[in-house]
């Protein structure tokens, strides 16, 4: 297997996607609001190094993997794993499974449309039929962002009111508030997505991640 030595004086495996992680390593960067010259100075790297990394150019050694991580406030294993994600992904109609998003009676399904778990976004598909009540109210990190495609579905956040949504309607509500959907007289479709702001931990509340379970 092919080795190659780097500005870090390690050699690396060109087992690693370099591409891949460079565009991951960028993301997170950009995400945190930081600049090469930030990195650099945290990590004692060069902008010019990590410019080749980010675009692909050069491999990286575990040492300084783990270094640019420690500026990133992730984890090397986790800049690994999330840059294996692939640039573009396409969930088909008749892809994806579809579950039951807690153990109300009727359920709501939902269908996860992010192929691979990302660090800032997770989007999905729910149907929400009639009589639904989500009880108790989810919370969770981020921010969440509702789109009906078809039907009626009320929001209710607690302390802000009801909100009614129709075909077309959006919302957008910080999701650590306790909040509930509440099924109309016929089924409604929504997409689902959820955001995680700058510095929150990429992972869901065990209470969103229990209902997709």
């Avoid at 639904?132 to 009906?148: C, K, M, Q």
């Avoid at 909100?163 to 999701?175: C, H, P, Q, R, S």
């Avoid at 959820?194 to 992972?203: A, D, E, M, Y």
Wanted: glycine residues 8%; aromatic residues 4%.
């Amino acid at each position: 297997m092919q080795k190659t030595r780097n500005e870090s004086g390690s050699s690396e495996s060109d087992s690693v996607d370099i591409a891949l992680l460079g565009q991951r390593i960028r993301l997170v960067r950009t995400d945190l609001g930081m600049t090469l010259a930030d990195v650099a100075r945290e990590t004692g790297l060069s902008t010019g190094f990590l410019s080749q990394v980010e675009n692909g150019l050069t491999n990286v050694s575990l040492g300084a993997l783990y270094r640019i991580a420690g500026a990133l406030k992730i984890t090397a294993p986790e800049l690994l794993a999330q840059g294996a994600e692939p640039i573009v992904s396409v969930v088909r109609r008749d892809e994806g499974v579809w579950r039951s998003a807690d153990e109300a009676d009727p359920p709501q399904l939902a269908r996860m449309l992010t192929s691979a778990p990302r660090r800032r976004m997770e989007i999905r598909e729910c149907v929400v039929p009639p009589g639904f009540r989500s009880d108790p109210a989810w919370t969770h990190a981020g921010d969440e962002i509702l789109y009906v495609l078809e039907g009626t579905v009320s929001v209710e956040l607690e302390g802000h009111g009801v909100e009614t949504l129709e075909a077309g309607d959006t919302m957008v509500f910080v999701a650590n508030v306790p909040h509930r959907w509440i099924g109309g007289d016929s089924e409604a479709r929504l997409l689902n997505i959820v955001v995680l702001h700058p510095g929150l931990s990429p992972t869901l509340s065990q209470n969103v991640s229990d209902h997709l379970a």
